[in-house]
């Protein structure tokens, strides 16, 4: 159990520098990010370093107790650091959504939010309400890097002086006063929320203008890294949060203005008056259309009303802690009740399939 808690923290170490190498490294590690967004950021990192493909991960008790769903056999839990030291291993596991398969009937995995073209608009008020409104001229690409420099420009005196000045000794940032500190952590902590929303979006950012890190080599310390990444975690999560309950809002009352339209649509008066002409109220065959018509229309609004139920039931799983990517999702101090520490891999693969 040391050893394996040794070469896990080994680990974060190793792919701390890494990330930090250049800036492609660094973006490739904000896509795994984008989608772990519930996770502290070093966290982030130990998921990101196993499991770059994860999109939804938890721990084994949330998978079995919560969604029936059992761990794939020979599938290997992803190794995090317990920053609790509740378990002498000093280690806990969490499995992603591509290792777990559903229990019959019983089973469901979690819905992972899609942003489409039609959900732009609703999500931009949404944040808008929240982070101050943007140019309605540019693109939703520009439109999101506006509010991100506008969230580093008021988060970063603060952050420098509480906790970065404190943190770069030994790095390329000591030596640096305290503006040439806010400068650079500035620029990266805005080109970096940016950067892991559109990612998260599905967005193309080849060509977005604000998305550079031409300082992110100088983060070559794990203090000043976990600074400016745990900063960039907890100022992305509510983005992110707010970008996936704006579509699910949006989904369930276009659903519902359907339902709505066609259920209108059955009704219409003219289609009753040409019921009227095929059938008098006394004709036994008029009354037993009738009938089947009600049934109909109440099969019809049940369905729907179901579709909202399961709907709202999935909001309510996924505001449990520790399935990252769902949406809407559980709130930020509930992080660790999500993951189900474990003593090792082993006991964790077996305990599922006997499961």
Not at 278 to 287: C, F, V
Request: hydrophobic share 35%; charged share 30%; proline share 3%.
């Amino acid at each position: 159990m040391a050893r394996k808690y040794h070469e896990i923290k080994g680990l974060a170490e190793f792919t701390a520098k890494m990330i930090t190498s250049d800036e492609e490294q660094w973006k490739k590690f904000l896509h795994t990010a984008g989608h772990m967004y519930r996770y502290p950021f070093k966290e982030q990192m130990l998921i990101y370093a196993q499991r770059p493909d994860a999109t939804a991960c938890a721990s084994l008790e949330l998978w079995n107790e919560k969604m029936n769903c059992w761990v794939n056999k020979g599938a290997q839990g992803i190794a995090l650091i317990d920053e609790e030291g509740i378990h002498r291993s000093g280690l806990k596991y969490v499995f992603d959504v591509k290792d777990v398969h559903e229990a019959r009937f019983i089973g469901h995995k979690p819905h992972l939010w899609k942003m489409e073209e039609e959900h732009k608009e609703a999500i931009l008020d949404a944040l808008e309400r929240t982070y101050g409104e943007t140019d309605s001229r540019y693109s939703f690409e520009s439109r999101i890097v506006e509010l991100a420099n506008r969230i580093a420009a008021e988060m970063t005196p603060d952050i420098v002086s509480e906790q970065l000045s404190m943190s770069v000794e030994g790095g390329f940032l000591d030596g640096l006063d305290e503006l040439n500190l806010q400068v650079r952590l500035q620029e990266t902590l805005a080109a970096s929320i940016a950067y892991t929303v559109l990612e998260r979006c599905g967005m193309d950012t080849e060509n977005v203008v604000g998305l550079d890190f031409p300082y992110i080599h100088e983060f070559n310390t794990i203090e000043s890294l976990s600074v400016m990444g745990e900063a960039t975690a907890e100022l992305t999560e509510p983005i992110l949060r707010e970008i996936g309950r704006s579509i699910s809002i949006y989904d369930r009352e276009k659903a519902q203005e359907t339902v709505r339209a066609a259920y209108e649509e059955y009704i219409n008066p003219q289609n009753k008056e040409a019921e009227k002409g095929l059938a008098t109220p006394s004709d036994g065959r008029y009354n037993a259309l009738t009938h089947e018509s009600e049934g109909r229309d109440n099969e019809y609004i049940e369905s729907a009303k179901t579709g909202a139920e399961r709907s709202d039931y999935a909001d309510r799983v996924h505001s449990e802690r520790g399935l990252s990517d769902s949406e809407p999702d559980s709130e930020q101090g509930a992080r660790g009740d999500a993951h189900e520490i474990r003593t090792d891999e082993e006991e964790l693969s077996e305990g599922a399939q006997e499961r």
